[in-house]
């Protein structure tokens, strides 16, 4: 499907998250060891926060990350304090920038990792559920901005866990009125640039992997000498499709049905449940 990862910390080059790493997201476009696919090069994106302004930068490309010299450029420039960055195997969506992920409204990005099953079925009851105001900014034909620009119009900018719950939730109620089965399987970021949350959810139980770091100050401890870790700061903390490297211990795998939200270094795990679609 597709791989990403997203960061918050004090500001650290884009290269250093996409290129630096053993197992860096830009590797993973090539060889993913956890993914459904081992390529995954139907394009990239990247979303990042500064201090010059709350609406976070985005490049979004077509072209494989492995081989774009503009994201070589850019990201050995850039300084962000959070990034999310994702890199794109199309599950029959078009391969265009507008399908590109993160997907941004405002403040607030979005990735997700997965698919909505047999989609095309039931498109139209999701698509006119999305709120009026929002629905001409639906810019590209993917399921992930339309859940995407679902949870919005559920709620996302004032309760991110519950925004997201009600869209599942009205996914998988409508994805039943057309008797498909497991629809959601979904690994998703979202963020509005202080605040970072990430659910890790599939209608069956099998979801797609997902990782979280451990503490910085604890690695550095195990591994004094390893310079990348006195480079971060205390409050560093990355969730990811999969591992970055393999220093024991760094990594732990987020359980099935959870919710992770991350702020100002702080970092909580709580269950996650989609609501049925007559609650929301």
């Given at each position: 499907m597709c791989r990403w990862?997203?960061?918050?910390?004090?500001?650290?080059?884009?290269?250093?998250?996409?290129?630096?790493?053993?197992?860096?997201?830009?590797?993973?476009?090539?060889h993913s060891h956890l993914g459904a696919e081992p390529t995954n090069g139907d394009g990239f994106g990247v979303g990042w926060y500064d201090d010059h302004s709350p609406v976070p930068g985005l490049f979004r490309s077509t072209e494989p990350a492995w081989n774009d010299q503009?994201?070589?450029?850019?990201?050995?420039?850039a300084r962000a304090r959070v990034v999310l960055a994702h890199i794109r195997a199309s599950s029959g969506s078009a391969v265009q920038q507008t399908n590109c992920h993160p997907f941004r409204h405002g403040p607030w990005l979005w990735m997700h990792n997965g698919v909505l099953s047999d989609f095309h079925a039931y498109k139209r009851d999701l698509v006119l559920a999305v709120d009026p105001e929002l629905f001409p900014l639906i810019a590209g034909s993917t399921d992930s901005e339309v859940?995407?620009?679902l949870a919005l119009t559920f709620g996302l900018e004032q309760d991110p866990p519950a925004a997201v719950a009600r869209?599942?939730?009205?996914?998988?109620?409508?994805?039943?009125?057309?008797?498909?089965?497991f629809p959601v399987q979904m690994t998703v970021c979202t963020t509005d640039g202080q605040r970072l949350w990430a659910f890790r959810y599939s209608s069956e139980g099998r979801s797609r992997s997902l990782f979280h770091s451990t503490d910085v100050a604890v690695?550095?401890?195990?591994?004094?000498?390893?310079?990348?870790?006195?480079?971060l700061s205390d409050s560093a903390r990355l969730v990811v499709s999969e591992p970055l490297g393999d220093l024991r211990g760094a990594w732990r795998e987020v359980p099935e049905s959870t919710c992770v939200r991350i702020e100002q270094g702080r970092e909580e795990l709580t269950p996650f449940a989609p609501v049925a679609a007559a609650t929301a």
């Open positions: 990862l997203a960061y918050t910390g004090s500001p650290v080059l884009v290269e250093d998250l996409l290129y630096k790493p053993a197992n860096s997201l830009v590797m993973q476009s090539l503009n994201l070589r450029e850019l990201s050995a420039h859940l995407f620009y869209a599942v939730g009205f996914v998988e109620a409508a994805a039943a009125r057309k008797h498909v089965p690695l550095r401890e195990q591994y004094p000498d390893n310079p990348t870790l006195h480079e």
